[in-house]
């Protein structure tokens, strides 16, 4: 169970899965420090311990202090000559990968990686959620290839809520290239998430067509008072022309007096609520019309 990430100059990194038990013994492996002179004589470091001379070193990797970076130097120079980083994956005895970084979402549920677009031009917004106790964990996020058209992702960004002191949401937003808003999906978008902290490695996948990740911006809305009525408007994020991409919508009626809401579905963008006490809070929320996707959140009050 050893995949190659990337080389880096003379860097190598690698993934060793290991099977997060007692009884697993350690995975012996062979490191060969890539010098041209035969005759040089050359020795091992892991970080500033010294781990045996000699061009070939068996190194144990089982648990998170045995991973990190073995460093191969010369002995009359100490110069660097190669430099492999080890990472663990951790996983079960069924060889399905421990995940442990990332946060889930309370909904949809069990969900480490949501994506979400606000319209058909094929750009989406991907989060994911740690804790806090991790602050030097490192994300790349890609689509995987075989998807048709690329995708590109911007470097994720941190936001630390306030309120919910003990986790970080990051987002990347991604773009999928010559993405025709009026045609018919065939191949699904597969977004790759690589997180790693310190020496952990995981991943996590998220396979979707666009359509299904639709989620609109709520819609504007106005209350007019002479004659009850509610007005409101496309969001301005949403896609256009709204004749090709209609909108349904759901007008909530929150009454002071009752304790009670009642909601109202339409196509039609106002509607008349004669009965709407001074003090009602009214609202507004808008879906695809013809595709059953994301509600909206609901819009600030109309009034």
């Known amino acids: 169970g050893l995949s190659s990430i990337f080389t880096l100059l003379s860097m190598s990194m690698y993934v060793i899965e290991s099977e997060w038990n007692d009884e697993t013994p350690a995975k012996r492996l062979e490191l060969t420090c890539n010098t041209s002179d035969e ?11 010294l781990k045996g001379t000699g061009k070939t070193l068996i190194a144990e990797v089982k648990e998170f202090p045995d991973a990190g970076n073995y460093t191969c130097l010369t002995a009359n120079t100490h110069e660097i000559i190669s430099y492999e980083f080890f990472l663990i994956t951790k996983i079960d005895s069924n060889g399905q990968m421990i995940r442990s970084i990332l946060k889930s979402f309370k909904e949809p549920n ?17 989060s ?39 986790y970080t949401e990051y987002t990347a937003q991604c773009q999928k290239e010559n993405y025709c808003p009026f045609a018919e999906e065939h191949q699904p978008i597969e977004i790759f998430l690589e997180v790693i902290d310190e020496v952990e490695y995981e991943n996590y996948t998220s396979s979707f067509f666009i359509r299904d990740i ?15 009525t509610v007005t409101w ?23 002071r007096k009752k304790h ?14 004669p009965t709407a006490g001074p ?14 996707s994301s ?5 600030s009050l109309c009034r």
């Open 39 to 49: 005759a040089l004589p050359v020795y091992w470091k892991k970080g500033t311990e």
């Open 110 to 126: 069990r969900t480490f990686l949501k994506c979400e677009a606000k319209n058909y031009s094929g750009i989406f917004i991907c």
């Open 128 to 166: 994911w959620m740690t804790e806090n106790e991790s602050p030097n964990v490192k994300f790349t996020i890609r689509s995987l290839k075989g998807s048709q058209g690329d995708v590109t992702c911007s470097s994720p960004v941190a936001h630390t809520d306030k309120s919910v002191t003990e």
């Open 214 to 228: 639709i989620k609109p911006d709520p819609p504007q809305c106005q209350y007019v008072a002479t004659n009850g």
């Open 233 to 255: 408007t496309y969001p301005r994020t949403w896609s256009t022309p709204k004749s090709y991409f209609p909108l349904t919508f759901r007008v909530k009626v929150e009454s």
């Open 260 to 273: 009670e809401s009642q909601v109202y579905d339409t196509d039609e963008q106002s509607m008349q609520i």
């Open 279 to 292: 003090k009602d809070k009214i609202s507004v929320q808008a879906r695809d019309r013809y595709y059953n």
């Open 295 to 299: 509600w909206s959140e609901w819009s």
